[in-house]
């Protein structure tokens, strides 16, 4: 069981009237929200707020979208939430289902989506791994794959990259890795989906982070292809095929980006396990 | 933030083929279940244990079934769960909604059910009470009304006995007293529904127990009409228009109940609240 | 196939702001809707309209909610449309299943509800009736028995009339005999559930009616206990456990019905069958 | 009001176990099945038949799903369907809504997909056409540069290919053709969605049909790039973000087809419009 806090603070510069979908509150799906606070509004030069009313929804897809209208100004957009998460050991063995023994809900998640062009690459990933028996061994080894072969280099993509671009160019960053290691998972015919959230860095900046889940022996399991923390402290925000169903902000309109900190806080009220988020530090979109 | 360790302990004589349909599990609503273990077999005099398969499924009401066939034998049924619940303070006032303002999903807790027939009602009730601003209040105000005038009494009441009946014969258990707040909001045009869950009772023995919830100030917020515990203590199994839509075993066939024990531990990790239930005793159903 | 065209014409008094929920409008569900109007508007004098403006929306429970808020004045409402149905011929032989073969979602419809208190009557009903393999058989039986003893007379019940109710006073109107034919199926373990519409009566005036659905060979088949009309031509609005969850029309607030007309044509444009309500008349509520 | 009547027959050669998802059944939402038969069996030398069992299922995505395990041999599916579609006639003008104003279930149809990379075509599409208050309009638009720049070629595409492809090559199938302008009505802020289905070609032959739907002026409108057929005579299976959500047949294993005959027959009891699919002819997959 983990506790973790969180705060968000993100502010815009908008210049014309711009359409706001913010899908960054967590999901309530397997996580308990002790308690939650969204505050959106304009920020003056003398930091008086005016607030700007949203519209909270469920999406199609998943998430929870928090939605507004801004005019031209600068928002402010403040997030707090206290969360209960349950971080299960992973068990020592899941195998592979069978495709008969999958259940059909995630039949979708063994398709090929923008980002995870597992029809295109579903010849070498053969030729690389084997599907046999143990999942959990097999989804190590594409992760080993993965971390030998491709380097994490803050920066070097952007928003149309896909898996098929990152075999090529061998670098990415998180939400590269996580669609990498869902495409050859689908390749495999083992169902993989994306998933982002919170989690605390060792090394800051702290940042909204992307892994992914492989349906193994029954169930989703989660798996983080970069390795930089336990995959099971993720906080989650949102599930999908790939980054495209699980944008944090959709903007129509003008705007740019002027602040993005995030701060979370983590531990287990039953060990002696916790982390602190030291200092506020500006973020850099996409680690 | 609540902990609450549950343990069930069911025995049936199964006379002839009987269909069992079990709702004992606990939501995941607003719920995190940290782990769960449910065990069905038969047992013969030696103890020993033969597993009976079940399937698990969600019904149309919001509860969790697990479902199962028995042969002419000794069933035993285990359950175990550990699981966290935010216990919220309750707002210091909660509105009651004009209809207009009302979610439509609210609306058929309007209505009379089974159980709790606030039309037949409606006009007693409203003689009695004035639907005001501050929910919290009036709703407070009927369970003074129902703990002067209903006796709470084990045992005077069955499966069939509503409010109505109560409202007369003045003497239920928990079940009517829920039934009877539930239908004495309802007539004045407060949504209201049944809950059924565990709650660690001060005096054993331990039991399901039923309290309902009223939507007040845009959210629904618990109330105990038997004033036994705290209403946030409550670990929930399902909800319900009334006590026909969360019966924690509903069995076709010919058995009879041999035992019945639950045990409740609750505690907060963040404070020094810790309740155990002691020795494992014998409940009674329908405290 | 069956094309039914229908019209519906309200007038209400209102004397003061009310809510208005009606649910009037036909179901989506194995009906394909051609067109459908819904227009609400003040009347005056000169029979001028202002439109007032309505929200559509998908209720809990199944139909298809049109809600507005009403200030003093008369009130005029109008709805048209053309739904084809399928009125399929009713299988030979559509046998009882045993619980275990029932679809979870049926389960509630084995439950008592508002109106329908099968626990009560249960014994009763057993001992009159024999639960046997050929459901159908079973079904018009017990319509023969609502037919012998069951007086159909018109404003004999109101909205708080239970099938226990028409058990003891012999007489009803359509939503009784529907209430009752349901109480009767569920008492012997056949899912059994409400269901309104419009259906063209050879005798008029054009009305709402309520028959009922029970669940035989794997699926629901319709039954008109009444026997005015034939089942499966019912163009159906709403389904639900009794006639609680599908009201035409909810008011909250001070009103008086000042018009009712319903006008019905059904044909099918493979066969002769052709039936054309004549003159609009005015309607009596609860046929 | 358009009467559809379908006949599809399809073999296989399966040289070892294998799983099959077919996608073929007719969808239920917005059309009525009259009468539906799916009949899936092992084929002998001398045309006897022995039945192969299978699960009738909904997919998360929309489809209505039929699985069955094949063991090695001839297999055989016949499918027949009485189809009631709404042919309506399109509205002289939809605008554009703004993103303010579409409903939130629409946005993920505004998103890139697998087979429509409208992040990665944005800009270019945005330099050939402007999003303007006729929706309609525009969207004749895009289809009027799509049948003057991509040549209708069959066999030149196949299931890896993408919008992106068919912009270079500037060729491509019915499915390509969608896949094309849903990019484009989503790089323009229209949701957009992929449909497939049944529809009477006058040139044979009869084969499934891929096209899209454009959400203008408050509701989905149905277009067909390739101009083959009139949209609103399409008898649709599934509906979903581009080719991956809907296969007509995902089949895992090792299996050869041998035979895809569709037989369509539509007609307007209403008027004198009737086609009839004269000889069952071989149809080529993916026209």
Request: hydrophobic share 40%.
């Amino acid at each position: 069981m983990l506790v973790s806090k969180i705060q968000t603070s993100l502010a815009y510069e908008v210049s014309s009237a711009s359409e706001f979908f913010l899908n960054m509150l967590v999901s309530k799906k397997s996580q308990l929200i002790l308690d939650e606070r969204l505050h959106v509004g304009y920020v003056n030069r003398h930091g008086v707020e005016s607030v700007i009313h949203f519209q909270k929804n469920i999406d199609a897809v998943g998430g929870r979208f928090a939605s507004f209208t801004a005019q031209e100004g600068t928002v402010g957009v403040e997030y707090t939430a206290r969360v209960v998460t349950n971080n299960e050991r992973r068990p020592a063995d899941a195998a592979i289902y069978s495709i008969s023994r999958l259940p059909k809900k995630t039949i979708p998640c063994l398709r090929p989506s923008r980002y995870c062009e597992s029809d295109v690459l579903s010849a070498q990933v053969q030729s690389l791994f084997r599907a046999q028996g143990d999942g959990i061994a097999l989804v190590e080894s594409i992760i080993d794959w993965i971390q030998d072969n491709i380097q994490y280099e803050v920066g070097c993509s952007d928003s149309t990259t896909s898996a098929w671009d990152v075999f090529e160019k061998r670098k990415g960053v998180c939400r590269d890795f996580a669609h990498m290691a869902i495409t050859f998972c689908r390749a495999l015919n083992i169902p993989a989906r994306f998933c982002v959230g919170y989690i605390y860095f060792d090394e800051p900046p702290q940042d909204f982070h992307a892994i992914f889940e492989a349906y193994l022996g029954g169930r989703w399991i989660k798996f983080d292809p970069t390795r930089l923390a336990p995959p099971d402290h993720l906080v989650v925000i949102a599930r999908g095929n790939d980054a495209k169903d699980t944008p944090f902000a959709t903007i129509f309109g003008s705007i740019r980006t002027t602040r993005m900190r995030i701060n979370i806080v983590q531990e287990d009220p039953y060990s002696d396990f916790r982390v602190a988020a030291g200092d506020e530090q500006q973020a850099i979109i996409g680690r």
